[in-house]
């Protein structure tokens, strides 16, 4: 008996925009509402076992791997499937949002791969969600330019052989896509917008050019989720008719569930996996999520002060080397975020040799790439990967048999010698409002004090402070000792929307979201029901 026809979808709340027949057609909606008929369900009941496994930690402040799944740690004998030639050279990975110019610059950056992102770095305005997907499909056809209205610069892409391959960033399994509803009116899981449009209209597209589609998937936080995502891509490429395993995936590793769970989720997207990432940001704030109420002990000082040579974190990047190394898979490190100053040569001469220090680590430590924000920064980056790597594509033979880390080691939280500040507070308030306002004009990647910053920023800032609040933190100011209280909180916020008001000129900041933004990293810093991520009540704010 044949399945039965798919809920046809509407789009609701949305105002036209140019070109989206070509992505919201019949048969790529009619794909979309597949994949939300037989995958939905499934996803709301892993996202109530979150909720669970939360109530869990809460209750034990511990972590453990998983004795359920000790036999697949234990057998050597399997790996993930090898990888294709478009992915087996990563040294450097830029990342950045799919509007039109950063498209055509990242494409054109020097870096191997870029990871094109419809999560944290692009707020999910319906515009950035559609518009998106047109330039994917414009830059694989090369039907793409770009010129700068402001500066009257133009942009088009270098020759196919010297773009990157791009590895695309769907929104987390969290977040609903509120613009495309079923019959009942029930949205879709923004995850399974992005990936079945992107898959539906350019999956024969890549392989035609020698390449495939390829992602990276965010937010994930076991390895059942992992599982999910499996049978997803297994019903998509049945569904379009190329062969399984065409789908390869690479797992940000940036939930402390999921360090717990690295092979497991290597093993259940074997056939489809490439590798994994090890961040920094999201993967703080998911530390501070899960042990909030665990006490002083789990209380992480200024993000600054959170390098990854602390130890929890060593811990955390060594175990991913070697897991990933063990089952062939490739070992993706960190983002280096600084934006470097047209102004300030000295700035950029300090900050370039932090990013070299910190890309030299990582190659040396075993990675096969890195992240990088800034076309400026690739050279650099490369340059590190080159030293180590040579003409060779990656270092996967490199098994770091010697790393052994323990299930308490990725929680030792208090093996940090670095305690909370206030100028960490002030910092955390000055980010999270700044980068507030930009999601909220629509815009996910931000230059915030030569940084480039995407909501895992915001979600750090907004969950220390409230960490800081809860736990009873006294900071030394001044010659005196100040309690972390939300009075407090709240007068350093109006400091800074005063400062803003200053900087800025009363016209642009009226013309902002300032007081919105103020206004809402206040909720999501005060409240005493900690929400799971600010996103989802800053996306009932966000216009279009």
Known sequence: MSAPAPSPLAIVDADPLPRQEEVLTDAALAFVAELHRLFTPRRDELLARRAE???????????????????????DSWKVAPSPDALNDRRVEITGPTDRKMTINALNSGARIWLADFEDASAPTWENVVLGQVNMADAYTRNIDFTDERTGKSYALRPNEELATVVM?????????????????????????????????????????????????????????ARLWNDVFVFAQDYAGIPQGTVRATVLIETITAAYEMEEILYELRDHASGLNAGRWDYLFSIVKNFRDGGAKFVLPDRNAVTMTAPFMRAYTELLVRTCHKRGAHAIGGMAAFIPSRRDPEVNK???????????????????????AHPDLVPIAMESFDKVLGDRPNQKDRLREDVHVEAADLIAIDSLDARPTYDGLVNAVQVGMRYIEAWLRGLGAVAIFNLMEDAATA??????????????????????????????????????????????????????????????????????????????????????
Do not use: C, M
Request: charged share 30%; hydrophobic share 40%; net charge negative.
């Open 53 to 75: 496994r939360r109530a869990e930690i809460a209750r034990t402040s511990t972590l453990d791997f998983l004795p359920e799944t000790a036999a697949i740690r234990a057998d």
């Open 169 to 225: 960033r769907p929104r987390g399994w969290h977040l609903d896509e509120r613009h495309l509803v079923d019959a009942d009116g029930t949205p879709v899981p923004g995850a399974l917008v992005d990936f079945g449009l992107y898959f539906f209209h350019n999956a024969q597209r890549l392989l035609d050019l020698g390449k495939g589609p390829y992602f990276y998937l965010p937010k994930t936080e076991s390895h059942l989720e």
């Open 350 to 372: 300090v900050a370039f040799e932090k990013v070299r220090a910190d890309k030299d680590r990582e190659a040396n430590d075993g990675f096969d790439g890195s992240w990088v």
């Open 459 to 544: 979600e750090i800032s907004r969950s220390q402070i409230w960490q800081w609040i809860n736990a009873g933190v006294e900071f030394e100011h001044a010659g005196e000792s100040l309690k972390a209280t939300p009075e407090l909180a709240r007068k350093v916020a109006a400091e800074e929307l005063e400062n803003i008001r200053a900087e800025l000129g009363e016209e642009a900041f009226a013309a902002g979201n300032w007081r919105q933004a103020h206004d809402l990293l206040l909720q999501v810093a005060l409240d005493a029901d900690y929400v799971d991520f600010l996103t989802l009540p800053a996306y009932e704010q966000l216009k279009g």
